[in-house]
């Protein structure tokens, strides 16, 4: 089902389920509100409302090395997004989003999400695989410029699918768990337009032991996750793919067939002004049939791990965003965060090591990107923000890919609602 079938499916379940309730018991249609309270927004009298959003990233890059000889890549318009979303009839929630400079891909997310019981829902629509906290991450609200370099690769992305979510204890534990058409849209473009791609399946679940109203402790904000997806490849030169922050190949096309499982573990901790988060991927894609003689090869294992901090020196509390105390202003300066990671991602076959000949080779050389990143956020605002990252490299093995350490410097100015 096409992206745009969505909208159009969307359209017409929040029409129909919102129809009864648009007429008062005078027989009076509700009078559209609007506000404006972090963003554009249409009220509707009891029945919901409807939020207007937009997106805008600009990056400006120096890099070792540019992916393309154009000197206009130094500045990039990294995103312009809009969209609407909204409630209504306080069970069923919509969101809209597409993106203006894709012209590929240019519908992100586009689903509804109905309240069947309290604390369950259920969500459909074109949306994210429950798999990879970086990747779940709003764009809006990283602490970096980019994300993790597992966060970017090993995750599966947005696809089409129904999703049952949730929440118990208190908060205490949450979960998802769903069915989807193929394998996500955050891989080589090969599988994503071949015709023999299976449905996934994808779980998460993510607990807070020490979480209630009542709870002091210092732990109450600990987060700890585990997540999984299941699905079949089709043949061919689909393995998962890498990149530097910059652009350039880590893992070259690999032929690859039968199943691709993934594993994650993640944790998140914020106290006050500060936070830690880290996060282990393991992705193992499978090669039936795809050696010289259509012989079985090796597993393809890729493995990432990142671990970051941040620490809002302003003192503001550290959220899923930072809003200003102080807002640019006349009397105010804002927010200032610091930031900092360390990372590593890692393609090869356990225990075999050889030079490399081609993709249908039984043994795998390591390949891999080890990554340290630093920076500055400066909230201005509840809607900008100015952020200043470096970022060191180095990469390992690999044919042409060894080329020592590399530094990058990227500014990016973000504006959204």
């Excluded at 709003?138 to 999703?163: E, I």
């Excluded at 998140?268 to 991927?281: D, T, Y």
């Excluded at 795998?364 to 470096?390: C, E, H, K, M, S």
């Amino acid at each position: 089902m096409r992206p745009m079938r969505h909208v159009v499916c969307i359209g017409l379940i929040v029409l129909g389920t919102s129809a009864p309730a648009f007429a008062q018991a005078d027989g009076a249609s509700p009078r559209p509100v609007v506000t404006f309270d972090g963003r554009p927004t249409v009220r509707i009298g009891d029945i919901g409302h409807v939020d207007f959003r937009v997106k805008t990233q600009a990056d400006w890059r120096d890099f070792p090395a540019e992916p393309t000889a154009d000197p206009n890549d130094a500045f990039d318009l990294h995103r312009a997004r809009v969209g609407v979303g909204g409630t209504l009839l306080t069970r069923v929630e919509f969101q809209v989003e597409r993106d203006l400079r894709d012209a590929a891909r240019p519908w992100r997310d586009v689903f509804v999400d109905v309240r069947t019981v309290r604390r369950v829902g259920v969500q459909a629509g074109h949306f994210k695989i429950p798999f990879g906290l970086d990747q779940l991450t709003s764009v809006m609200d990283l602490d970096f410029m980019y994300r993790s370099l597992a966060g970017a690769y090993l995750t599966p992305g947005r696809d089409v699918g129904l999703m049952v979510h949730g929440r118990s204890f208190g908060d205490r534990l949450r979960y998802q768990a769903g069915a989807f058409e193929r394998g996500g849209d955050n891989l080589r473009a090969s599988e994503r337009t071949d015709t023999g791609t299976a449905p996934t399946v994808a779980g998460r679940v993510v607990v807070k032991p020490w979480a209630g109203p009542e709870t002091r402790s210092p732990l109450r904000s600990l987060a700890l996750g585990v997540a999984f997806t299941d699905g079949r490849l089709p043949d061919g030169p689909n393995s998962l793919r890498g990149k530097t922050a910059f652009g350039d190949p880590i893992f070259e096309a690999l032929y690859v067939g039968g199943r691709r499982v993934r594993v994650g573990a993640e944790v998140q901790w914020r106290v006050g002004p500060a936070s830690l988060q880290g996060e282990f991927i393991r992705a193992v894609d499978q090669r039936r049939g795809q050696g010289i003689e259509n012989e079985d090869l090796p597993d393809a294992v890729a493995r990432g791990w990142y671990v970051g901090g941040t620490w809002v020196v302003t003192g503001e509390r550290k959220k899923d965003t930072v809003k200003p105390a102080r807002p640019l202003s006349l009397r105010g300066y804002g927010a200032v965060e610091l930031v900092a990671r360390a990372e590593r991602m890692a393609l090869g076959t356990d225990g075999l090591a050889a030079s490399y000949a081609g993709p249908r080779d039984a043994a795998i050389p390591l390949r891999a990107d080890t990554a340290w990143a630093g920076g500055v956020n400066w909230y201005l605002n509840d809607f900008a923000r100015v952020q200043v990252n470096v970022v060191r490299e180095r990469r390992e093995a690999g044919v042409g890919l060894d080329r020592g350490v590399t530094w990058s410097r990227l500014l990016r100015l973000q504006f959204g609602f």
